[in-house]
């Protein structure tokens, strides 16, 4: 299984952007995929969850209210939307998931030991 995440870049304060986590190797949609950042000289944090056969959606405190988590199933892509972003929100943002935990609860709660890893996408908002 592997996961590429894409759509970081450089945003002003205020302003919005969608990452991109494209998911291939799973062997069904009984999986769920996780969004999580990592700012500089911070630890990692959970952000968002969703399971790809329903689409139910788990946020963590730090994703709540200006993230919103989405699926394509038919593309095997997990969308993280951000708006309204500021300067906390700078760090690399990782998606992420588990052959063994499947579901978001245990994607969200033992994100330290998942198995599978996109690359990262940096995110920095900045005027």
């Known amino acids: 299984v592997q996961l590429v995440e894409s759509g970081g870049g450089l945003v002003q304060p205020g302003g919005s952007l969608r990452l991109s986590c494209a998911a291939s190797?799973?062997?069904?949609?009984?999986?769920?995929v996780g969004w999580f950042r990592q700012a500089p000289g911070k630890e990692r944090e959970a952000l968002s969850c969703?399971?790809?056969?329903?689409?139910?959606?788990f946020y963590a405190d730090s994703g709540k209210g200006r993230f919103t988590i989405s699926r394509d199933n038919a593309n095997y892509i997990v969308y993280l939307q951000m708006n309204n972003l500021n300067a906390e929100d700078t760090a690399t943002y990782y998606c992420?998931?588990?052959?063994?935990?499947?579901?978001?609860?245990?994607?969200?709660?033992?994100?330290?030991?998942?198995?599978?890893w996109g690359q990262g996408t940096l995110v920095t908002v900045s005027s």
């Open positions: 992420a998931s588990d052959i063994i935990r499947r579901w978001c609860g245990p994607v969200i709660s033992n994100y330290r030991y998942l198995d599978i």
């Open positions: 190797g799973f062997s069904s949609d009984a999986y769920s």
């Open positions: 969703i399971t790809l056969r329903d689409g139910s959606t």
